[in-house]
């Protein structure tokens, strides 16, 4: 075992249990991006069994495979097509689409007409994010949905819109978002569409705002034990959340070196006493952030090590002290449990949670257990 990212299915079914607890509505698990690193398929899995009605996607594909791997009893959404995506397979496969702008929908039209089936879409809007959703084409785009729902072959199921800074509770661009998603709801009935769901809420409107919920709230990176943003919010244990993953490594060498060495890469490490160094098998190729390089800790037992220079593509070294008993073979924990915390690594490198659990490489195993395993 060079590398492993152990995933605990049942800290994401408690996750899910303690969302549940929280919100009135339902709950959709936003899977995106290989479960933010965690697993597509198993976590969806563990999502619905815990009792996630809805399923969130970014990419088609991934939501076509949570259908061709059995994922059926929940509704799968997913956001994010571009034009000549597969809408046919989506409508066969039962995945809702969403569309930004009347091109869109159309084409969906078109390809619903042409299996002679109706498409299940969810209109976005543009509160204020300015990234996807409908801004200036708003009344257009929702007049052309009522239009297709009943000479086409669209079913309108879903109004949603995104938050920009739900992660800073207060902000007035919040209310200013609410309020916008009001008015585009108002546009939305007077033509006559009565959404089976309007949904606006991520994870940290989850936490902090019922007023966003509506009828339904998109949770992703609480699913995974990880708070929306610690400085803000707190970390994710004073919401009862258990972070779902661990990355362990194999300890490839460990030796004596004297004192200054220079470490690595560059050299950017000079050993200030004789110590013993470890080399870890993993690198920047397996998502071990290079801007963590002299910056990351990494535990040995209970031990926590430093990382002495630059991160390599592979591999990367750290000091263990001059009185290490450490052997090639030992387990090193980089994060997770009886580890440093993602959000300690995330700070030590200029970056997010998401960032850190979501960028781990294909060359990593993922090893479920918990039910569900
Ligand atoms: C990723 C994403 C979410 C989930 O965001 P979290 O902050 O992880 O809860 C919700 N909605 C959309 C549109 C997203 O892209």
């Known amino acids: 075992m060079r590398a492993v990212a152990r995933v605990n299915l049942d800290a994401i079914s408690s996750n899910i249990r303690v969302l549940r607890e929280r919100v009135d509505v339902p709950l959709m698990a936003v899977v995106k991006a290989d ?6 398929v198993p976590v969806a899995r563990a999502a619905v069994d815990a009792g996630a009605q809805w399923i969130g996607t970014a990419l088609l594909a991934e939501g076509l495979e949570l259908r061709r791997q059995g994922v059926t009893t929940s509704h799968v959404i997913s956001w994010l097509s571009p034009p000549g995506d597969d809408f046919a397979a989506a409508i066969e496969e039962n995945v809702d689409l969403s569309a930004s702008s009347i091109e869109l929908l159309e084409e969906i039209n078109a390809a619903a007409t042409l ?27 929702v007049q052309r949905g009522a239009e297709l729902m009943k000479s086409g072959n669209i079913e309108v199921v879903g109004v949603w819109s995104h938050f920009a800074r739900a992660d800073e509770p207060g902000h007035p661009a919040n209310a200013a978002q609410k309020n916008s998603f009001d008015h585009a709801l108002e546009v939305v009935s ?38 929306p943003d610690v400085t803000t919010l707190g970390s994710a244990t004073k919401y009862d959340l258990t972070p779902a993953m661990t990355l362990v490594a194999s300890l ?4 004596e070196v004297p004192s200054g060495v220079a470490v690595s890469y560059g050299g ?32 040995v037992g209970d031990y926590e090590a430093p990382v002495l220079g630059r991160i390599c593509m592979d591999q990367f070294v750290i000091d263990l002290g001059p009185d290490s008993t450490a052997k090639a073979g030992d387990e090193v924990v980089l994060f997770g449990e009886g580890g440093p915390t993602v959000d ?4 030590a490198s200029g970056t997010v949670n998401y960032e850190i659990v979501t960028r781990l490489g294909p060359r990593v195993a993922r090893e479920y257990f918990g039910v569900g395993a």
């Open 190 to 227: 007077a033509a006559g569409i009565e959404p089976q769901v309007r949904h606006l809420a991520n994870s940290a409107a989850t936490l902090m705002d019922p007023s966003s919920h509506y009828d339904l709230v998109r949770t992703g990176i609480v699913m995974y034990g990880l708070s």
């Open 252 to 255: 490839m060498l460990v030796k």
């Open 115 to 141: 299996l002679g089936k109706r498409a299940r879409v969810h209109l976005e809007v543009d509160t204020g994010m300015t990234r996807a959703g409908a801004l200036g084409q708003w009344d257009q785009l």
């Open 35 to 40: 479960a933010y690193g965690h697993g597509l």
């Open 268 to 299: 950017t490490a000079i050993t200030k006493h004789a110590t013993k160094v470890g080399v870890v098998p993993m690198g920047y190729a397996d998502g071990v952030p290079r801007h963590g390089s002299n910056a990351l800790k990494v535990n």
């Open 344 to 347: 300690a690594w995330a700070s």
